[in-house]
Structure formats: structure tokens, C-alpha cells
């Protein structure tokens, strides 16, 4: 199983596209480490500078109807070539949300008042998650600042995500 722990990313807006996870320019690549040093290229995000605001990072944290746009795999092949295993967000775009959990990652979904806590307690500031994917639980942790969050998946993603993703699972039962 992945690592779905680590640094937060802020990405503070709605409809975050494919695209702008990683342009389509790219599409022609051929490997998933080709794709690496393109994620977020394109976002529309005010002062948003990826070579510099990427760096470390595991986790993003966002809004919703991330993963619109196009239908790619290579958006969730971008994230998981940098490290970045889970995503969190208030909703996803249906082709890229069953696309991360096909790559055995996480794309968890909570409330937009749980979101909006979120980033009112967190995204000024340097903050760390941990999670206990067992018990469907994870721990944002700030400065003095902490907030243990439930969320859940179907038992299909999560057996998902705990295989490796969709190519491992289905070598394991078929």
C-alpha cells in the first residue's frame, strides 16, 4: 500500500481540470516519470508557483469538482510520480475520482463545511497529515493545532487502494 501521509498542498478553488493537473501537451509521454515536473503547470491559482509550492508536498487538499475536464489517467499518474497519494476535497469529477482509486490512491471526499474548516484552521500555515487508513481516520496536525477527521470509502476502493491499485487487485482474484 501507498504512503498517504505527509505535507499538505492548499489548492483553494473549485474546478480544478485535468488540464490544469497536467496539460494535455504531456499527453503524448510515455512514461509516468516523464510527467513529473509538469503537474500544475497550468492552475489558475493566484500566487500559486509550482516548482516552488510543490516541493515536499503529499496531500492535497481542495474543493469541489476536482479532476474535471477531460478524461485522463495521467492526472492521477502526475500526482502519484510526486509523491502525492491523496487527495481530499468536497467532490470529484467521477472519471478521475475512480481513476485515483484504480492507481491505489485515495480520493476522499467530506462535507464543504468540513472542507471549509479545513482550510480556515490549516491552509495559512505549515500542516501535516497522518493517516490510519484501517480505521478510516486521519490527523491534521499545525503548529498546536490538531483535527482528527472520519471519512469513508467503499469497501471495493479500499480494497483498491490496499492492493495497489486495479491492475494489482485484479491479479490477485483473477
Known amino acids: 500500500m501507498k504512503n498517504f501521509g505527509g505535507e499538505i498542498l492548499f489548492l483553494d478553488r473549485l474546478d480544478i ?16 516519470e516523464a510527467l513529473k515536473p509538469y503537474l500544475l503547470e497550468d492552475i489558475k491559482l493566484d500566487g500559486f508557483l509550482p516548482e516552488k509550492d510543490l516541493f515536499n508536498k503529499k496531500v492535497v487538499i481542495s474543493r469541489s469538482n476536482f479532476g474535471c475536464g477531460s478524461s485522463r489517467e495521467h492526472a492521477p499518474w502526475a500526482f502519484e510520480v510526486n509523491g502525492i497519494n491523496v487527495i481530499i476535497a468536497s467532490s470529484y469529477a467521477r472519471i478521475f475520482r475512480q481513476n485515483m482509486f484504480n492507481c491505489g490512491m485515495l480520493a476522499i471526499e467530506l462535507s464543504e463545511d468540513i472542507i471549509d474548516g479545513i482550510f480556515n484552521k490549516f491552509s495559512d500555515k505549515k500542516a501535516f497529515l497522518e493517516m490510519d487508513f484501517e480505521n478510516s481516520v486521519f490527523v491534521i496536525t499545525s503548529e498546536q493545532k490538531t483535527q482528527k477527521i472520519e471519512f469513508s470509502v467503499s469497501e471495493f476502493d479500499a480494497d483498491l487502494v490496499k492492493s495497489g491499485g486495479w491492475v494489482n487487485f485484479a491479479d490477485e482474484r483473477y
Not at 485535468?18 to 504531456?26: N, V
Open 17 to 32: 481540470n485535468t488540464d490544469e493537473i497536467i496539460p494535455a501537451r504531456y499527453l503524448t509521454e510515455i512514461t509516468k
